[in-house]
């Protein structure tokens, strides 16, 4: 079966990053209308004026406002009635170590990946009633099987996540919803870049990350063969799942790789010094485009 596209609603967040703006121009292309929510008010005027069709919706919305979330979905079932598919795709992280991070920053990150998620969900629920094909999808991450230690918060808020969205598939699937995840690993977006200059996970480069095209092929396979969970990389779905049968052996087998994590980073930032993206100065690496530890998903 292949998904039907024409005239769907799809309600994107963290629209306007790299995986959210490649799944808008997707399904825009395909005949979908779109609502993008995104608290990058020039990134969604750029986005929502390189979508083809004239039948969009962008809102700038705080995600961690309960009442700015609500004022974005009456918007978005004033302009269209119904959500057909919605799509949870905003996240952060923060290279920040835990002992040094403050208590606001811990919720903040909690709050972006973890609570406003299921927020969203529940506030898109009326939508959601409306259409007679109803969809509930999350960008998680394989953070999300996989525990990363420069990034504890991450890593509870994406566990976190993937556990609520199977929940969900079990409770709502019982009435006609379709519910699930994909998983990707590290993706070449703004949000990774801000990673690497702050010299975030290295096992994420063991290698080259992969491209939002990647994520967005996962997500047209889920749409076309819905399943609880996708993955861009099937091959390193594996990988993490076996290594966590034995959690207790992480520590020790994680540092054999470290190395060749560090190196895939070194490369993954010359790449970005090649196409003008980051810079070093003195011993640090900094960004010269856009990028912060609070990018979207990207």
Known sequence: MTYDYQARVFCVTGAAGGIGSALCLMA????????????????????????????HLAHAVDLTDDDAVAQALQQVGARFGRIDVLINNAGMTSAERFDQRSVASIRHELSVNLISPMVVTRLAIPLLEQSDDPRILSTVSLGGIFPLGETPMYTASKFGLRGAMLALAMDLGTRGYQVGSVLPSATDTPMLWQEAVDGGNSLQFLDPPQQPADVVRAYQRMLDKPRVERYPKASESWLVRVVMLMPQRIQTLLPLFR???????????????????ATRVGDQWVLLAEGSTHSMHS
């Not at 005949?31 to 993008?36: C, L, Q, S, V, Y």
């Not at 990058?40 to 004239?54: E, I, N, Q, R």
């Open 259 to 277: 190395g060749r994590g560090e190196r895939g980073m070194e490369r993954y930032l010359r790449s970005l010094q090649e196409r003008g993206v």
């Open 28 to 55: 825009a292309r395909r005949g979908a209308r779109i609502a993008a929510l995104d608290r990058d008010v020039d990134g969604l005027a750029s986005l929502v004026s390189a979508l083809p069709g004239k039948d």
